[in-house]
């Protein structure tokens, strides 16, 4: 029995050291980049080109201080499509730093979640359109279509999902995010 035992825990010990290594993540590097202090939407109608929103959300203290200093109002038409692109920045030093090239760079370890509040959710909807090297979707570009709704107000909440500590599939959001924000918007007007 003491054979057994003492067998048992071997055994034990063994799995337990050689699972300590086992990393089912795809990561490549000790990647840690800076916390985004300004985010910039920008919007552009299909059909007019001179037609550009560009929404500025800035918190420049960073997560966990003071109110962001500015939240733009993303204000659409109705029934169009906008092509649209994500900018993330890091304005709390000189000079700034452009994190969207490290989402770019690990873009494997990187998703953007666009959620519609439920006052426009029928109204609007995001379409992310860039991959990973998965072919999984990432954010950085997008389609906004709306629909006709004369006045709806509501917001869409952005999270930008960082895999660290989970597989990114596609349609989970992370345990962490990297920027996690509410844009204020008004279709048809």
Known sequence: MKHFISSFFALAIAIGISSCGINDH???????????TTVIVTLVNQ???????NAVWKDLDGPGGAAPSIIDTISLKSDITYIGSIKLYNESKSPKTDITQDIKAYDYEHQFFFTPSTGIASLVEWTI????????PVGLTFQVKTKTGAGSKGFVNIV?????????????KSLESDIDVDYPVIIGQ
Not at 129 to 136: M, S, Y
Not at 162 to 167: G, K, L, P
Request: charged share 30%.
């Open 26 to 36: 795809d990561h490549d590097h000790d990647q840690d980049h800076d916390y985004a």
């Open 160 to 172: 930008l999902s960082h895999y660290d500590s989970m597989t990114k599939n596609g349609t989970s």
């Open 129 to 136: 359109t860039d991959k990973d090297r998965n072919n999984l």
């Open 47 to 53: 059909s007019n080109t001179a037609d550009t929103i």
